[in-house]
């Protein structure tokens, strides 16, 4: 029964968020922020297989959660509405809801490919040049989708409400919370098991020295080539859910400001640590959100005193100068994160009775 508890808290949490959205217990703004935690930490989690786990930097992320949120939309617009390119839809409307985990499916798996197309040249590299390999990866992905003007070019993709709608359309439950909370329950069991195996046991061999990883009888370059398909698949799921949120989707929406934020969240809640990046996932999107009425605030006070101008694009402003110096404080205050490489049941020891999470 312990081994399953992290499982029932889980589930029970779930069922009361959707049960309590569905009353209408939650305006649209809360529900959107409880949507963007769960793709956060989606995001993040995914991010901390290569950069905590195995020890790489990759500062290219986001690249392959736009491959997920493009294919993703594109599957869904083809799949479930009218549309101009195949005009009828492939599948009945009305099996949307029952059909969604096929697009996530696909579109990871498309993500995945991509990851795949960037560890093969990782290995021949060490430490920083992987960071220069995966940025370039990013704006390579978001340049290709830029020029298609078929999927929208710079103008962008939209149509993923119509999916959403018919879902709502037949049975009334917040569909998009759901699948958010689907994605991170398959996202954190997926890494819990994969970090935990005997197989996934050579990710942190790799980390910890590659060469003698090697000598011990780790393939690592089969290692890397899991970890990054592992990686780039759900963040790839990420984008999906992103994108529907929205209804609507943009390549610059993936540049390496996103690729940063994922960064800042694996940072700040520690390499390696499942539980940490969670928690820091979560701290992040409220410190966002906060943002968004803090700085306005403040810069009508200060307006009104005459010492700046009035401003409504202040909050993005500062918001790209108080995460990059959260970045920069975390590294010379704490470089380990809030957590390190432990888990709360490292740091709580109390909870091991209740569950089985290491």
Known sequence: MQRYTINIIFLAAAVSLVAAAAAGLFDNYILTVLMFMGINIIFASSLNLVNGHMGEFSCGHAGFMCVGAYVGSLLSVVFFTSNKFFGDPLFPPEAAPFLFPLVLILASLAAALFGLIVALPSFHTRDDYLAIITIAANYIIISIVENIDAIGGPRGFSGMKRTMNVMGDVIHLPWMLIWVLIGCFVCITVLYRLVTSTYGKGIPAVCQNEVAAEIMGVNTNKVKIMAFMVSSGLAGMAGVLYAHVYGYVNAQAFNILKSTEGLVMVYLGGMGSISGVILAAVAFTLLVEALRFVIPAAND??????????????????????????????????????????????????????????
């Open 301 to 358: 006070l200060l307006h009104i005193w005459g010492i700046l101008p009035a401003s409504s694009e202040l909050s993005q402003i500062w918001k790209w100068v108080i995460i990059p110096l959260i970045l920069i404080l975390l590294m010379q205050l704490r470089p380990e994160g809030l957590l390190g490489n432990k888990e709360l049941t490292h740091v709580f020891p109390r909870l091991r009775r209740w569950v089985s999470f290491k």
